[in-house]
């Protein structure tokens, strides 16, 4: 339960595939589950992680019990709301904010709100189009690679502008014009 609700990054990623690829994992098949779901690029639901680990949860007094248990089952809220927005975004490079909203079962203003925080966090790169109502997940580019892309497209420019010119010069000598 801990790896689950530590925030997202690099550590927690190894970490957790290491408690997955753990043998001693199968006798727990709840927390197996957990783990795979976690691990894996697919949206999970939070209403349906809720259900099915209701029971894991209640059981769970150290963690989940006390003062700090509704805000841990918050953190775990926020954790699957996290991972959900890393696995949209290494799906989709541009969605619609209602759909995006609809996806992470969340209202529009809370997507917005979350979408913000994981941009904040940089775990997502993100551009948010209020107006038109799109989000945006395309990287920025370097400048180095936005240089070497117009050269390319100048490079490709001259060398159909050179065919151009050459087909030109072949018609006027075939067909003795004058230019």
């Known amino acids: 339960w801990l790896v689950c609700l530590s925030k997202q990054e ?3 990623q190894s970490i957790l595939h290491n408690v997955k690829g753990n043998l001693k994992l199968s006798d727990l098949p709840a927390h197996e589950s957990l783990i795979k779901q ?3 690029k697919e949206i999970i639901h939070w209403t349906t992680l809720q259900e099915t680990f209701a029971g894991e949860i209640a059981a769970e007094t150290e ?3 006390g ?3 509704a805000k841990r089952v918050e953190d775990l809220k926020l954790r699957v709301i ?5 696995v949209i975004s290494s799906y989709y490079s541009r969605i619609s904010l209602p759909r995006l909203a609809e996806l992470l079962c969340l209202s529009a203003d809370e997507t917005e709100k979350h979408l913000s925080s994981c941009v904040v966090d940089k775990s997502v790169s993100a551009k948010i189009d209020r107006p038109a109502g799109l989000v945006d997940f395309s990287t ?3 400048s180095d690679w ?3 892309k117009w050269a390319s497209n100048i490079d490709q420019l001259l060398t159909c502008l050179d065919k151009s010119s050459h087909l030109i010069q072949k018609e006027a000598q075939t067909y003795k014009v004058s230019l």
């Open 38 to 40: 976690f691990c894996t």
């Open 82 to 86: 996290e991972h959900n927005m890393l």
């Open 140 to 142: 920025a580019k370097s």
């Open 10 to 12: 690099p550590m927690q």
């Open 67 to 69: 003062e700090k248990g």
């Open 63 to 65: 963690i989940f019990g």
């Open 146 to 148: 936005l240089l070497n």
